[in-house]
């Protein structure tokens, strides 16, 4: 890793920005996201399908999948603190702790991005049932206490972006992610549906480990639209000078991967 970069790969790192951080979501919102894994039929039309999100940290994305119908997520991360508050935030949020506790019931639930509205259905006792979103403290690396073949469709928001911050040149962390990943979807035909901020992630490998897993059904090229308020803070810094200020355009991935 170059000097000075940030290690997005690290523990200690993320530890300590979860610490001061209540909320991020990283790359586009489920707002945007849904709609394109709709048109190219990616995205689970039966709502009691397992869905696993890897590397959750504190993305609203559990909360987005709920109010669109899902009632079979499991979140990872390898932080037990920010998988302890998301536990807790979001089973509050869907009213999964208001039957069996005496404290005040908390204010409904805002939802970060605008997704479709789905009714929720009332949820039932946590005695006769689990919570519908499940929260594990796991390395997305070694996710052998998760069951073989227990996932239809996997969710990585950029976390394979961050694994491949501190690989190396035999990308020896990818790969191991694509074996851990093939092991715990479907198989056949498991998705495992990719945000990245990199044009060049390989998942499809045709030699050495990982090797004969996946098939990159496609590489969806998505514009991300500029936020108002970053323009202006750029006309604002560049107000008065003579120069004129490009604002390029940005880009995020989805990758389709398809379980062999």
Known sequence: MPSGAIPFDKQEYWAQ????EPSFEWLMPWSVLEPRMRELNVIPTDHSAKILNLGCGNSDLPLDLYHSG???VTSV?????????????CEWAIGWKQ???SLPIMSPLVVSSP???VPIEPIASPIVSECPLQFLEMDCLDMSALPEQSFQLCLDKSTSDAISCGDDDNCTKLRTLCEQVARVVHQPGGLWCVISYSRF???????????GLWRTECIEEIKVEQVEQQQQQCAKSTAGSRHTVHVPEVFQYLYVNRRL
């Not at 920005?17 to 001061?20: K, N, P, Q, V």
């Not at 992630?201 to 090797?211: A, F, I, L, P, V």
């Open 70 to 72: 899902y009632r079979h």
């Open 99 to 101: 039957e069996s506790s």
């Open 201 to 211: 992630r390989q998942y499809e490998w045709t030699e050495g480990r990982g090797q």
């Open 77 to 89: 991360d390898f932080v037990g603190p920010v998988v302890d508050r998301m536990r807790e935030r």
């Open 115 to 117: 997704v479709a509205a």
């Open 17 to 20: 920005r979860f610490e001061h």
